[in-house]
């Protein structure tokens, strides 16, 4: 038996499991099977809460996607460990410091109404060199935006970046005038990709408002993201379609990003908790 909790951000849904109830596990098995929409709890990922000690952070959190895929970060799911942490008593610090695969992350409490939360997350600064994303190219361009990359029927001009994780940002009039879920599947197996890519178009509403749509690898179409947020509005901010500061518009609502003059990136949204219970291992 596994106590969990589940917890979404903006309907980006999550499993929360503790390593020291389940110590030295195949997460990657695990994941696929706690996450299933049937046969499962069913969620976008499982969050791993590991406990540290001696260690410049608090916590460290691994991260993986329904396909079992382990991800660097997630800015939803780092939300929704953060969530259980002051809700299980586990932490009572308004700042909270948590190690993920792309460095430690500082979380700050904004709000606490029952089992919502808001924190605003320092996610770190994004990165544009291709070697960094990583991305494949064959010209030594230092950073790629509205770069022409080649589908099997059509060529689409992207933005490409990583906020801990690779994206890949294309912007669109209109979301309803083009087929963006297919799209999306093509573009994160793309070769140009070799540890896959997470996609999101852009519609810009105002140099302060964007909205976003989000295919996700290892998961697909989410409700939202929020390394994905992140991404779109850097995207927007380097491309001069936006200021420093953005409201990203996602289908279950909103997120605020700003991109602050030390570089780095700061996320400011809600989690909430759904309900806790112990599932059964097979």
């Known amino acids: 038996m596994i106590d969990f909790h589940k917890v979404h951000g903006l309907a980006n849904d999550f499993i929360?499991?503790?390593?020291?109830?389940?110590?030295?596990?195949?997460?990657?098995?695990?994941?696929?099977?706690?996450?299933?929409?049937?046969?499962?709890?069913g969620a976008d990922g499982m969050l791993v809460i590991v406990h540290v000690s001696g260690d410049e952070a608090d916590f460290s959190l691994r991260f993986f996607n329904v396909d079992g895929s382990e991800a660097e970060m997630s800015g939803n799911g780092i939300r929704c460990a953060a969530a259980v942490l002051y809700d299980t008593n586990r932490t009572y610090n308004k700042e909270l410091n948590i190690r993920t695969r792309s460095g430690i992350k500082t979380l700050k409490l904004r709000t606490q109404s029952m089992s919502r939360f808001e924190f605003e997350v320092t996610m770190g600064k994004p990165s544009f060199s291709p070697s960094e994303i990583p991305m494949l190219i064959s010209e030594p361009l230092p950073q790629i935006i509205n770069y022409d990359l080649a589908l099997e029927t059509q060529t689409v001009k992207i933005t490409s970046l990583s906020v801990g994780n690779p994206h890949c940002v294309i912007f669109l009039?209109?979301?309803?005038?083009?087929?963006?879920?297919?799209?999306?599947?093509?573009?994160?197996?793309?070769?140009?990709?070799?540890?896959?890519?997470?996609?999101?178009?852009?519609q810009v509403l105002s140099e302060q408002e964007i909205s976003a749509r989000f295919w996700e690898r290892g998961v697909g179409e989410t409700a939202s993201s929020g390394t994905g947020s992140c991404a779109a509005a850097i995207a927007s901010m380097i491309n001069s379609f936006t200021e420093r500061q953005v409201r990203v518009q996602t289908s279950a609502g909103e997120l605020q990003i700003l991109w602050r003059s030390d570089d780095n990136i700061s996320l400011t949204g809600p989690a909430e908790i759904i309900c806790q219970g112990r599932y059964r291992l097979r």
Not at 173 to 187: A, H, N
């Open 173 to 202: 009039p209109d979301f309803d005038r083009v087929d963006w879920r297919s799209l999306g599947k093509e573009i994160t197996q793309h070769k140009a990709f070799p540890n896959q890519v997470n996609v999101e178009f852009v």
């Open 16 to 41: 929360v499991i503790d390593a020291n109830v389940v110590p030295n596990r195949d997460y990657a098995s695990l994941a696929s099977a706690i996450c299933h929409r049937h046969t499962g709890i």
